[in-house]
């Protein structure tokens, strides 16, 4: 198993290229089963999840190709419709596939995904409303098995909660049911934004984009010809590193990003003395005087998302005072905490809120990583820790980030990748 070694008190300069969006990617791809062409990817990133998704739909009969920075998804010859227990216990957005399977051939069996270390995640929302669009659902032996014999029937969906795979996997499955389909309490991420712009291109026709509502005509059964797409820059990864460059008090540019998807975080770097720099697709983030505490509460988009609090925590740490994170959308998203503590974070937890005094000094460590997001934390606190911070089971972080220690190490960074 890989760990990742870096040496801590370390001053970055420089540009990182942030790559395509993981959340994106996940349901472009499950979208290419809705597709009667040959589909055409570009900027899709190099992490692990995304050959997770890809190896689903191989395993299931479709044909994937990288060619010259590009995948070719064909899913004309696919003939399998189970997804099966092995692949989506490693990958919770497994989950994506079950709304155009269903769409696409009227049935479809998808493993339960199951809990995962940040909360319980249940697909209880994907469920109601694929049944409100006239399928039947079973749960057997841990399978979603799912039937619609006569197709998708639109209808008017409720979410009771706002769930962002939750509104993907329900577009997807309208754009070739019967009729209308309306989406109250609709996901607004800018991940679903794109989905919905491309379905819409390639002749599903959806209102409301960007809104909590979406109106979505469905084909009827007919698959759709899939425009080629460029998947948009990973926002998560892109405030990952501007978090690299608050943390250790550098100026450091990030490129190939797309500012407008960052609002609520350039805003707190901001509120922390950080001072931003923007251009349409490229954020310098410059030193501060003072770093400041800050007060966040992770929400659905815009608000602040909840898969950049681990990292706040991070560079709270290093701020002059007390700072409040309340954690709204997950129930355990706090698992890098006794992580940082070990570290020499001063870090108190009551319920979904966590207290983090700082200015605290950090010392590098043998450190674990338990999720995605929580290993990016543990990698910022490394940056500035005294000493060698180890940190292991970096599985998670293959995850999500596309050769985050080559980026680090073009921008000074001693980080290197090691085999236990
Ligand atoms: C997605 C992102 C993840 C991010 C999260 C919140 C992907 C692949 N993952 O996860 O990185 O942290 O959004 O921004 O895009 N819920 C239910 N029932 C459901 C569905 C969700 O109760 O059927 C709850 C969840 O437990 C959670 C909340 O709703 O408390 C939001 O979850 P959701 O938006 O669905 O998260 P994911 O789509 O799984």
């Given amino acids: 198993m890989d760990y990742l070694q870096l040496k801590g008190s370390q001053s970055l300069s420089g540009e990182i290229k942030i790559s395509g969006a993981k959340?994106?990617?996940?349901?472009?791809?499950?979208?290419?089963?809705?597709?009667?062409?040959?589909?055409?990817?570009?900027?899709?990133?190099?992490?692990?999840?995304?050959?997770?998704?890809?190896?689903?739909?191989?395993?299931?009969?479709?044909?994937?190709?990288?060619?010259?920075?590009?995948?070719?998804?064909?899913?004309?010859?696919?003939?399998?419709?189970?997804?099966?227990?092995?692949?989506?216990?490693?990958?919770?957005?497994?989950?994506?596939?079950?709304?155009?399977?269903?769409?696409?051939?009227?049935?479809?069996?998808?493993?339960?995904?199951?809990?995962?270390?940040?909360?319980?995640?249940?697909?209880?929302?994907?469920?109601?409303?694929?049944?409100?669009?006239?399928a039947n659902i079973e749960i057997k032996s841990g399978y979603i098995e799912a039937t619609a014999p006569n197709g998708l029937q639109g209808c008017d969906i409720i979410f009771d909660k706002i769930t962002v795979t939750g509104t993907a996997n329900i577009v997807m499955a309208a754009s070739l049911a019967n009729g209308i389909t309306n989406i109250t309490n609709a996901a607004r991420e800018p991940e679903v934004v794109q989905l919905c712009e491309i379905l819409n291109k390639s002749g599903v026709k959806i209102e409301g984009i960007g809104s909590a509502i979406l109106t979505i005509s469905g084909t009827n059964g007919k698959l759709i010809d899939i425009v080629d797409f460029s998947v948009i820059p990973d926002r998560i990864e892109a405030g990952t590193y501007l978090c690299a460059g608050a943390i250790t008090n550098s100026k450091l540019t990030i490129i190939n990003a797309d500012p407008s998807h960052l609002g609520a975080v350039l805003a707190k770097l901001e509120e922390m003395g950080f001072s931003i720099e923007s251009s349409l697709d490229s954020i310098t983030i410059h030193p501060a005087d003072e770093i400041k505490p800050v007060k966040i509460i992770t929400q659905e988009y815009p608000a602040f998302p909840t898969d950049m609090q681990a990292q706040f925590m991070a560079l709270a740490t290093q701020a002059n005072g007390v700072s409040i994170i309340e954690e709204k959308l997950f129930e355990n998203r706090f698992m890098h905490v006794s992580e940082l503590q070990r570290m020499g974070a001063d870090i108190s937890l009551n319920g979904h809120t966590a207290t983090v005094s700082g200015k605290t000094k950090l010392s590098g460590t043998d450190v674990m990583a338990t999720d995605l997001r929580a290993s990016s934390a543990l990698v910022l606190a490394g940056l500035i820790a005294d000493g060698t911070t180890d940190i292991h089971r970096i599985y998670h972080l293959d995850r999500g980030y596309d050769s985050l220690d080559k980026k680090l190490q073009n921008v000074g960074v001693d980080i290197v990748r090691l085999s236990e």
Avoid: W
């Fill in 23 to 134: 959340n994106a990617s996940l349901p472009l791809i499950a979208m290419t089963i809705l597709a009667k062409n040959n589909v055409k990817i570009s900027n899709l990133p190099h992490v692990a999840d995304i050959n997770t998704l890809l190896k689903l739909l191989s395993n299931l009969g479709a044909t994937c190709e990288r060619n010259n920075g590009y995948m070719h998804v064909d899913t004309s010859t696919l003939h399998e419709t189970k997804a099966t227990y092995d692949i989506v216990k490693t990958m919770r957005a497994s989950i994506l596939v079950l709304g155009p399977l269903l769409a696409r051939f009227g049935k479809c069996e998808v493993s339960l995904p199951g809990g995962c270390a940040i909360g319980q995640r249940p697909v209880d929302l994907h469920l109601k409303a694929l049944e409100q669009m006239g």
